[in-house]
């Protein structure tokens, strides 16, 4: 007979109610929640259960971050995410990326767009118990097309194999590539509804796709059993995506009335990813590439994206959480709850509305949904143990000291921080210079630098 394990809560939130109830245990059969009650009336310990106390503890179920990149490696441009480094390195590094998510409270991820077949591959070893890692819902290449996001490189180098997004020539390719994914095992496939102009009369981003391609596109993936989730933050882009029906729009920063609307008409979620732009306002340096230009239009983003998710949280709307993680400003393990502060500060919800969306809503699409779904009888004992209480600080959920324990499945997770490691060469452009050493800026800097260093110079 499985012994049980029981566990005294000093407060739990079971992610539902919206509520912390004081002095309340858990009894977990196996990998599942077996019982919930007041300790008082909780069921006797039988030889062999096991008991822990978390009665001075804030208990929760385990954070989903529903826009995860394992294999992008902490990126510092779009090249070191999809030239450099060998897909089989890239594996490897993924997985303790995976690792890295699940020690920081998040339990299970969804990953929308990989190199090859990365996260569909960490996602089996995790699941058939190679390694241990959170629960992974997996895309494979995101779709694109000529001027769409993903087509970052010339016309005369084109969307590289390695790379994260897969170039569309047509319609029938679309499909094709469509079918292709569905039969590799993903469990989602992204679109790519943004292209790179925007349109002169100040309408925003043109979008990458027609509507009618967009409806093809997401009726084969929901023919074939799959999420139908896309990148767009422009204006036509999250329309179309919203009128064809589509599970999940990420970012929808300038998401329109009629936009809200056909999201409300066909039950699609929006991932706002807040967290990305959050950080890229408050930690750029300026000797960032990107420092002269890029914070203000991450500003301004911000600012279109509060109002309008505002608007689309007022009329119903539903949302799920999720940080982008994976660039060098979002790194694996380190601002997932970052999140749900943003969701706080910037969307209006408050600290429970922020918990719940990112516990128990955001299981809704996982690949797991019938399993989990808070810390209720008949779901997985997936809980993140905290010392503070997130309702009254959200911000606690980003200390990595305040996070105790992290269960998955009942089973405790060893929270020992990864040993730091080398970056190998291959991850990188070799990038020689950071700047051009003119004539100008040699007489300007250098000779006033080497007189200086001179004048230090022991006589």
């Known amino acids: 007979m499985t012994a049980r394990t029981l566990i005294a809560c000093g407060e739990l939130f079971d992610g539902i109610s919206g509520r912390a109830v004081p002095d309340q245990t858990l009894v977990l059969y196996g990998d599942t929640i077996d019982w919930v009650g007041p300790t008082a009336q ?143 095992g993903v469990d989602a496939i992204k679109l790519t509804m943004d292209g790179i102009h925007a349109r002169r009369n100040g309408g925003g981003l043109i979008a990458a796709y027609t509507q009618a391609e967009t409806h093809a596109m997401v009726d084969e993936i929901h023919r074939l059993g799959k999420l139908a989730v896309v990148h767009a933050r422009g204006r036509e882009g999250a329309l179309y995506a919203a009128r064809a029906g589509v599970d999940v729009i990420f970012h929808a920063s300038n998401i329109c009335d009629d936009g809200i609307q056909a999201a409300l008409d066909h039950g699609t979620y929006l991932c706002p990813s807040l967290a990305l732009l959050v950080n890229n306002i408050e930690f750029h340096e300026p000797t960032d590439a990107s420092a002269p230009w890029w914070p203000d239009i991450q500003r301004r983003e911000l600012e279109a994206a509060s109002r309008n998710l505002q608007r689309a949280r007022a009329a119903g709307v539903r949302f799920l959480s999720g940080s982008e993680s994976g660039f060098a400003v979002t790194p694996h393990g380190e601002w997932g709850a970052k999140e749900l502060e943003a969701h706080v500060r910037h969307v209006g ?111």
Not at 96 to 125: E, H, N, W, Y
Not at 376 to 393: E, F
């Open 42 to 184: 909780a069921p006797t310990a039988q030889p062999g259960d096991t008991r822990i106390d978390h009665s001075t503890r804030f208990v929760m179920p385990g954070m989903v971050d529903c826009h995860a990149h394992i294999s992008y490696g902490n990126a510092l441009t779009q090249e070191d995410i999809d030239l450099y480094a060998t897909m089989e390195f890239r594996t490897l590094r993924s997985m303790v990326a995976a690792q890295a998510i699940l020690k920081s409270g998040f339990t299970s991820i969804m990953d929308p767009a990989c190199s090859g077949l990365i996260a569909p591959a960490v996602r089996d070893a995790i699941n058939v118990g190679l390694v241990q890692g959170p629960r992974i819902t997996a895309s494979g290449r995101a779709l694109t097309t000529q001027q769409g996001l993903y087509d970052w490189y010339p016309s005369w180098v084109g969307v590289p194999e390695p790379s994260t997004g897969v170039l569309t020539g047509s319609m029938d390719e679309a499909i094709r590539i469509i079918r292709q994914q569905a039969k590799d």
């Open 349 to 459: 919800f408050t600290p429970a509305e922020a918990i719940c969306c990112a516990t128990v809503e955001s299981t809704k699409l996982l690949r797991e949904r019938d399993k989990l779904g808070g810390l209720v009888k008949g779901k997985l004992a997936d809980m993140v143990v905290v010392d503070g209480d997130p309702l009254a600080d959200i911000t606690v959920l980003q200390r990595r000291e305040a996070i105790h324990a992290v269960l998955l499945g009942g089973k405790p997770v060893d929270l020992t921080p990864a040993p730091t490691h080398a970056r190998h060469f291959s991850e990188f452009s070799q990038a020689m210079w950071s700047r051009v050493y003119d004539r100008a800026y040699v007489a300007s800097h250098l000779s006033s630098k080497a007189a200086d260093a001179a004048r230090r110079q022991p006589a």
